[in-house]
Nanobody
Framework: QVQLAESGGGLVQAGGSLRLSCAAS????????MGWFRQTPGKEREFVAA????????FYADSVKGRFTISRDNAVNTLYLQMNSLKPEDTAVYLC????????????????????WGQGTQVTVSS
């Protein structure tokens, strides 16, 4: 089992940047594929980005491609999301998620595929 804790959210002007972190408990972080999702009131949870266990494979939603970068540091059990050129429509609660994965090479883009979730961190982008 793994526990996830997001940080780094806040209020930023359009065009600005934020870096989110997701700290994972335990010693088996490198056995989990990871993902970032976001959610706004009244809407379904939306996929943002995903990364394989090793970090070698990544995938992005079209809405964030070229602006966001997902990465991980397995040595310190942490997942990151670098967000640049932020837009007001990026405003949401951002959640990290973990999925047990034994292949090492896959990423996952559907929320129901993930086993564990953090509580989320609020990102607000003002126009």
């Amino acid at each position: 089992q793994v526990q996830l804790a997001e940080s780094g959210g806040g209020l930023v002007q359009a065009g600005g940047s934020l870096r989110l972190s997701c700290a994972a408990s335990g010693r088996t972080f490198n056995t989990y594929a990871m993902g970032w999702f976001r959610q706004t009131p009244g809407k379904e949870r939306e996929f943002v980005a995903a990364i394989s266990r090793s970090g070698g494979n990544t995938f992005y939603a079209d809405s964030v491609k070229g602006r966001f970068t997902i990465s991980r540091d397995n040595a310190v059990n942490t997942l990151y999301l670098q967000m640049n050129s932020l837009k007001p429509e990026d405003t949401a609660v951002y959640l990290c998620a973990a999925k047990t994965d034994y292949s090492g090479n896959y990423y996952y883009i559907r929320s129901y595929e993930y086993n564990y979730w953090g509580q989320g961190t609020q990102v607000t982008v003002s126009s």
